[in-house]
């Protein structure tokens, strides 16, 4: 064997055993990290506070807003509604627009016929979650 071939062997050799040794270094590396902040990543669960409720009815709502906590922006349901309101200490939760969520402790303004609350929840089709400037409320017993 010619000394440049045992010198192109020799090259491809280190070569190899550089690019073994930085697969396993860093694959070492990953699962050290991932071991490190595992528990950091994993999820706190907090136990949804458990509410009794009644359906009180359609309430007309405005911009000066009858329950005057804006608590869920979209994607709220009934019940999700009612257990962050329970968890806020609020006495009425209501729904309104199909996904918003809003609490008080004072009733909304001006009752009108339940048939005029007619937008389904966004996330709960099953529901009915107020109306425009509508809201369906309910009594947090």
């Known amino acids: 064997m010619k000394r440049e071939d045992r010198n192109l062997v020799l090259v491809t050799l280190v070569m190899f ?15 050290t990290v991932y071991e490190v902040y595992q528990p950091i990543l994993s999820p706190t669960v907090r136990p949804v506070p458990k509410a009794s409720f009644n359906y009180v009815g359609c309430f007309t709502d405005s911009s000066a807003r009858a329950l005057p906590a804006f608590l869920i922006m979209s994607g709220a349901t009934v019940e999700s509604c009612i257990a962050i309101a329970t968890e806020e200490g609020y006495k009425y939760a209501g729904v309104q627009y199909g996904t ?3 609490a ?13 609350c007619n937008m389904y929840c966004d996330s709960d089709s099953l529901e009915i979650c107020g109306g425009t400037w509508l809201n369906s409320i309910y009594q947090i017993n």
């Open 17 to 31: 055993l550089l690019f073994m040794f930085l697969i396993v270094g860093c694959a070492k590396d990953t699962e």
């Open 100 to 102: 918003q969520c809003f």
């Open 104 to 116: 008080g402790d004072t009733l909304g303004y001006t009752q009108v016929p339940d048939s005029e």
